[in-house]
């Protein structure tokens, strides 16, 4: 009877150290703890600032293509099939085509069929603003981003496990950062 009650203690033990060793891992990898979230699990640079980044047209105009700012400032679709991302494979962060605020991440794109980069979390829910959106008839959510507001795309909830959603979103939109690339800015 003793002996079954150390093993069980022993075992319990060893969870717990076990719980304790990942856990600290965890905290080593993360700059600033609160800033991970969600499955994507990217780290954020330190001291992010959120701030609302607000120009002219003009200046918008100057600072994008003529075909990002169409999307981005515009709220314009590219076609299908024809933006940058909607195959890429690549491991890394999608950022804000306007701004870089790091959005999306390549372990939570998904193969949608649709011809736009498909994810089915942002990297933090406040790093995006969703906007009901009724324009051309239609009942949908408008994504955009939360920092200098230029249009992402669109979120529906017919997306995959686990959160059932499909933020659709614009090639023109984003930026793709290598994972190295991106790894390597937040350790400068
Ligand atoms: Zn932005």
Redesign the pocket.
């Known amino acids: 009877m003793l002996i079954k009650q150390l093993l069980v203690l022993t075992a319990a033990m060893l969870v717990l150290v076990a719980c304790n060793q990942a856990q600290k891992s965890q905290s080593a990898q993360k700059a600033s703890e609160e800033m991970k979230d969600g499955a994507a699990g990217i780290e954020l640079p330190a001291g992010l600032n959120l701030e609302k980044?607000v120009k002219s047209e003009e200046e918008w105009k100057s600072a994008l293509s003529e075909n990002q700012f169409y999307v981005l400032r515009k709220a314009g679709t590219e076609r299908a099939f024809t933006g940058e991302y909607w195959n890429n494979k690549e491991e890394g962060v999608y950022t804000?085509?306007?701004?870089?605020?790091p959005l999306f991440a390549s372990n939570t794109k998904f193969k949608s069929g649709t011809g736009w980069p498909s994810f089915w979390e942002p990297i933090k829910t406040e790093l995006v603003t969703e906007i009901s959106d009724n324009s051309y008839g239609m009942r949908r959510v408008e994504v955009v981003?939360?920092?200098?507001?230029?249009h992402l795309g669109h979120v529906f909830p017919d997306g995959p496990e686990p959160t059932g959603l499909r933020y659709c979103i614009n090639s023109l939109s984003l930026d793709f950062v290598p994972q190295k690339e991106y790894q390597a800015k937040l350790d400068q």
């Open positions: 980044i804000c085509g306007g701004c870089q605020l981003c939360a920092r200098c507001d230029g």
